[in-house]
């Protein structure tokens, strides 16, 4: 016992580790969980090869279910226990507080991953604060009243639908006001609780003031479940929102031509040779979630991959930090272009995005 013991510590030690507080359970699992699993199951195809730098990368995941306390928990444990080389985030925006302060008290870089990128990982970024994260502030709102824009055959009349947490409802406050310099009118804007019981009252309100389209950016539960229920209410209009892990698997479940979603992720169906591994190594790890769940997690994988490459062995968080301030990470098709991160910019340096939709006369989804 006492051998197997020091044989434990000896591993971890021998061991690039990294620390992952995330919404494993809970109401809003479904949009965090895949994330982890996948980097996950990338981690340990990376490892099965011979890890990085000749050592295996151990990643350690506690549950924070989206509460701010349990992630408080958590950043502490895995900063004095683990002594890990990174922190990463993977919950809702409600949990960043504690575990930013636990990252500057530390000096352990923050990573988000699969988790909303917040504005300090934008120019000039916080010097611990990186994101890898399809979404993010302000840009996705560029892009999507752009397109509405782009498509509107009559003047616009927007309404608008967040959660009410930090990052999603100031997203919707920035995009109410962006909408008016595009010659928008914004006509109704409604905050729904993390995750609502019944979104008929907010969806009642969006119908009764007559938009023709709305744009929401939320969880995907808050987005979607509006948007049903505003069509239950015989709403018309179209409807635009952000493309998270399950909106390909969506799109072909609620059949609405007008529905619209906006990413910067690939597809499955755009069939990348990176598509083919993807789908390999979630047989191999017998993933439950669908293949088009898991590209955000494959992502943070080649990122996690790249920064520990070049971070060099031994390792310290100090000289992952500096890994993470130069670095570019060739997304192999999974993004419209490589993931670069430097000193004053911790979100990337371009950022390319696609709208798709359901098309019922071909019966499948297509890029718009």
Known sequence: LALA?????A???????????AAMTGPVAGGYAPVVEAMKAYIEHVNAKGGINGKPVRIIVQDDQAQPSRAAANAKKL????????????????TY???VGESKSTGVPLYFAGAVCPKEAYPPADALQFCSTAFGANLDSQAALG????????PVRIGFAAMAIPIS???IDYAEALSRTLGMTPVEKQISPPPAPDYTPFATKLNDAKPNWVYSWAPWVS????FEAMRRLGWKGKYITWAHLNAEEELARIKDGDFYVLGTNAFMEDNLPLHAEMRAIAHRAKLDYPVSYLTEGFVAGLVLETVLKNTGWPATPQ???AAMNSLKVDMKGLRGGPLEWTPSNHFRTRQQYRVWRWDPAANKVVRM
Do not use: C, H, W
């Open 223 to 226: 987005q979607v479940r509006t």
């Open 79 to 94: 900063t004095a226990q683990d002594k890990v080389l990174m922190l990463i985030n993977t919950s809702l925006s409600s």
């Open 169 to 171: 409802r100031g997203e």
């Open 97 to 99: 507080a504690p575990m």
């Open 319 to 321: 000289k992952v930090l």
């Open 147 to 154: 397109f509405v824009k782009a498509q509107a055959k009559e």
């Open 5 to 9: 013991t020091a044989f434990q510590a």
């Open 11 to 21: 591993t971890a030690q021998d061991a690039y580790v990294v620390g992952v507080s």
